[in-house]
């Protein structure tokens, strides 16, 4: 079966969707993403879209509910590099990621989880 | 002049073909000259239908159809399956509103995206999705 990567950086995830995302590919990497959070006790998760050139209802409900169950799983999930075509229908559409974490790029995602996980306190105050 | 109509059909079964539509509806939208706004548009909208299609009425055809007259250019895209129809057309469009554990969004959402949007359903024989953009 065909897998979406997860890559471990410290105590995050890191996953970019480099392929086009059709519904059973979302359903296993919600599924995979989950059982990774479970056995790393990873605190964070970035998911890179830039490569997306559509979200659809479906593959934006799946990225709501892989936030979600990172959550109960105790750790946040940050979107990350959707195409502003993309953002713009998406909301047309009628769905507006509600609750979910998003920056514009990687790098501004990495700060925000650092902010998310309480990571960059321990950074501010080794710089004091 | 008018130019050619050119139309395409393919058979829409399995979770999979929605990504195929999607390559279809993007290569048409590109070659009609559609921006990319409007490429993202027409390709999320056929991506929403062609799975209702598929996991409402069992699947069917998807018919990609350019429109070509003096005045009005665009892209139309059809999609016929022979499932269980919906009962309540007007309750269906509506934001929110959902038989299968989706969010719902799906018809509403999708008339939003486009400049037309017509369906027609028949319970017990099927339903008739089309929409059409132009540029």
Request: proline content about 2%.
């Amino acid at each position: 079966m065909e897998h979406i990567p997860i890559l471990k950086m410290g105590e995050y995830l890191l996953v970019s969707i480099q392929v086009d995302m059709h519904d059973q590919l979302a359903i296993t990497l919600q599924n995979d993403l989950a059982e990774k959070i479970a056995k790393t006790g990873a605190k964070g998760v970035l998911i890179d879209i830039s490569a997306l050139d559509i979200v659809d209802s479906f593959i934006g409900r799946m990225l709501g509910n892989i936030a979600s169950i990172s959550k109960v799983l105790g750790a946040e999930t940050v979107l990350v590099g959707m195409q502003p075509a993309v953002a713009i229908t998406l909301v047309e559409l009628g769905l507006s990621l509600k609750g979910m974490h998003t920056a514009l790029n990687v790098e501004k995602g990495m700060q925000l989880l650092s902010r998310l996980t309480g990571k960059d306190q321990d950074y501010t105050s080794r710089k004091q | 002049m008018e130019a050619a109509i050119e139309e395409k059909t393919i058979k829409i079964k399995e979770s999979n073909d929605v990504v195929t539509v999607r390559r279809e509806a993007r290569e048409y939208a590109e070659k009609l000259g559609f921006n990319l706004l409007e490429q993202t548009k027409i390709v999320t909208a056929a991506s929403e239908i062609a799975r209702n299609a598929i996991v409402f009425g069992g699947g069917g055809i998807a018919r990609f159809t350019t429109i070509e007259k003096p005045d009005k250019r665009g892209l139309q895209i059809s999609f016929i399956d022979h499932g269980p129809g919906i009962e309540d057309i007007e309750a269906a469009m509506k934001d929110g509103y959902t038989t299968g554990g989706g969010l719902g969004l799906g018809l509403g959402g999708t008339k939003r995206l486009m400049d037309e949007f017509h369906i027609r359903s028949e319970p017990g024989k099927g339903t008739s999705v089309t929409i059409v953009k132009y540029l």
